[in-house]
């Protein structure tokens, strides 16, 4: 089986980089963006098999990117796990609103992440790969 | 009704001329009134001339009499409808006419129905009671002068049927000449004191009217703008919370993931990448505890016990040591930071904290200038005060928030800014300092072409 490709879209470099070993020394083929349009274009022309999205980012908000690939067939079926510091309520509906199929509040622990990582994985499979 | 429909302009405005707006409302309305009872008394006239056919009220001048009412009221109507565009003064004088028309015509009624005899007199109150409760102060003075026109009228008919002038359609009682003199007499005292404290009391009443209504307006609009001004306390309130757990949550996630890596062994610590993850690790603890110090220095500003450690100081080489601090950022973006000082400026203020503004403020210079951009700092020792400035030509403020980025937790929101790491507290903090020592902080700037940050400190303490 070859290495699933995972897109994280961040603009805090360090956590991203800190995402990135964690994730490569688990298996995974690990690509980055630093903002929302370039995480667009990153998700749309690289095809991940899930995305890593935090809320806050510069030049188009995270939810907005959310909305843009769930919003588009092509690309609904990826997996997108909001990853943010914000953590009241509404920003958490907004984000399952918005089709996130998961939700993580920084500061977050790593295993929860390969967790649910691996739980979103694992559902998509079945589903089969229409793309 | 739609003649009544223009109260949507009533009382929402707060000046001169919304206050002559209500004036008008309320001028109209009182019109609007006065037409729909004089129609009800023309109905009422014609049922009763029914009744009167076996008296010796005279049937013709009566018909007259109910004839004209209908028709001056029509009249007034159609001018009504056409007021819509008086000004206040044409309206006042066309209601001033209607009223003087009223009185005559109540008169004419009152001397048709037996003069003396007559108990319609009351009508005179009437109008008194239509005519009063303004909700404008000068607006009740027309019931006074409404009560002297009656008195004067009704007076001047009795005193032309004492004379003969006017012929009597009593109901017929004889009395002798003496007689009618005392009963005309009484009759006069009588209604004269009647109306005028019947006047006086109407008159009385709706100042008091008038008063409390412009009162209340006056209460509502304070309240309605406190209301405002706590909606947007409140809003701000919840974009702080979102911001400061962003800002606080994120270098906490950085270090507990850097951290987490070299524990679970996927980093060694001793690796030149370990040693990377853990000098980042600490440069994150460094954040925080910046962040931390920032919302400490507001809540202190905020509780004004933010005690100053006042000594005698040359404001030049802090400049100095402000600028070394901040050349690593200016460095990484290519901007050159120039100071324009005088040899010497003393002043008798807190060294940390005046360190602090400067810091601040230069750091914000930096910030929001573009890669290669150019920051100026400047001092002038004035006669009373200092007065110091950083300049930057990076993204300007509008002048509508010029203002508003000194208060709490406030980030404009103008697409670029959003690159800008910050709480929001930076230039709070600054004018607190400055404003503790007794100085003043503002920004001249336009869009676009730079922003210039000036304080003032007093030289001596205050």
Redesign the interface.
């Known amino acids: 089986m070859s290495q699933q490709k995972i897109l994280i879209i961040e603009d805090e470099k360090d956590m991203s980089e800190a995402i990135k070993l964690r994730l490569e020394a688990n298996n995974f083929t690990v690509i980055a963006a630093f903002d929302g349009p370039e995480g667009l274009s990153l998700a749309r022309s690289e095809n991940p098999d899930l995305i890593i999205l935090d809320i806050m980012l510069p030049k188009m908000d995270g939810f907005r990117v959310c909305r843009m690939l769930k919003f588009d067939e092509k690309y609904a079926k990826i997996p997108i796990i909001m990853l943010t510091a914000r953590s009241q309520q509404k920003d958490i509906e907004q984000g399952t609103e918005m089709g996130a199929d998961a939700y993580m509040t920084k500061p977050f622990k790593s295993e929860e992440l390969l967790e649910k990582i691996k739980t979103l994985l694992a559902a998509k499979v079945p589903a089969g790969k229409s793309s | 009704m739609n003649l009544d429909n223009n109260n949507n302009n009533n009382n929402n405005g707060n000046n001169n001329s919304s206050n002559e707006k209500l004036i008008i409302y309320d001028i109209r309305a009182k019109i609007f009134w006065a037409i729909r009872i004089r129609y009800a008394v023309v109905l009422m006239s014609i049922v009763m001339l029914v009744f009167a056919l076996s008296s010796r009220i005279p049937l013709g001048l009566t018909f007259v009499l109910v004839g004209w009412l209908a028709v001056y009221n029509s009249t007034i109507y159609l001018i009504y409808l056409g007021s819509r565009r008086f000004n206040l003064f044409s309206l006042v004088i066309f209601r001033s006419i209607t009223e003087l028309v009223d009185v005559l015509t109540i008169t004419s009624f009152v001397y048709m129905s037996g003069g003396l005899e007559s108990p319609y007199w009351f009508l005179y109150l009437v109008l008194i009671v239509v005519s009063g409760f303004g909700f404008y102060s000068f607006a009740s003075l027309s019931v006074l002068l409404i009560a002297m026109f009656s008195v004067i009228f009704y007076l001047g008919l009795l005193v032309l049927t004492y004379y003969g002038v006017l012929p009597t359609y009593g109901f017929g009682f004889s009395v002798s000449p003496h007689e009618l003199l005392q009963l005309i007499f009484n009759r006069a005292i009588f209604i004269t004191v009647s109306l005028f404290l019947f006047a006086a009391t109407i008159y009385y009443f709706s100042k008091l009217l008038a008063q409390h209504r412009s009162e209340l307006t006056q209460n509502n609009k304070v309240l309605l703008a406190a209301m405002e001004e706590m909606k947007e306390t409140d809003r701000l309130k919840?974009e702080f919370?979102?911001t400061a757990?962003?800002?606080?949550?994120?270098p906490?996630?950085?270090?507990?993931?850097?951290i987490?890596?070299i524990e679970?062994g996927?980093?060694s610590a001793t690796a030149y990448?370990g040693k990377d993850?853990l000098k980042?690790a600490r440069l994150?603890i460094d954040r925080l505890a910046g962040i931390i110090d920032s919302l400490l220095d507001v809540a202190k500003i905020d509780a004004r016990s933010l005690a100053l450690n006042r000594r005698d100081v040359d404001l030049v080489p802090l400049v100095d040591k402000a600028i070394t601090t901040l050349q690593p950022q200016a460095e990484e973006k290519q901007i050159k930071v120039q100071a324009k000082l005088p040899p010497q400026v003393l002043v008798w203020v807190d060294e940390e904290q005046i360190l602090r503004l400067l810091l601040n403020l230069i750091d914000n210079a930096i910030k929001y200038s573009d890669c290669g951009g150019k920051v100026e700092i400047g001092l002038e020792a004035g006669e009373e005060e200092i007065r110091g400035y950083v300049a930057d030509n990076g993204i300007g403020v509008a002048e509508e928030d010029q203002k508003k980025i000194f208060e709490r937790f406030v980030r404009l929101k103008n697409g670029k800014t959003?690159?800008v790491k910050g709480v929001g507290l930076g230039l709070s903090i600054c004018r607190g300092i400055v404003e503790l020592h007794g100085g003043r902080i503002w920004v001249e700037s336009r869009p676009g072409d730079g922003s210039k940050f000036i304080f003032t400190l007093p030289k001596v303490g205050t």
């Not at chain 2, 906490?252 to 850097?258: Q, T, Y």
């Open positions: 919840d919370v979102a757990s962003h800002e606080l949550r994120t906490l996630s950085v270090m507990r993931e850097n987490s890596l679970d996927i980093v990448k993850l980042v994150n959003s690159v």
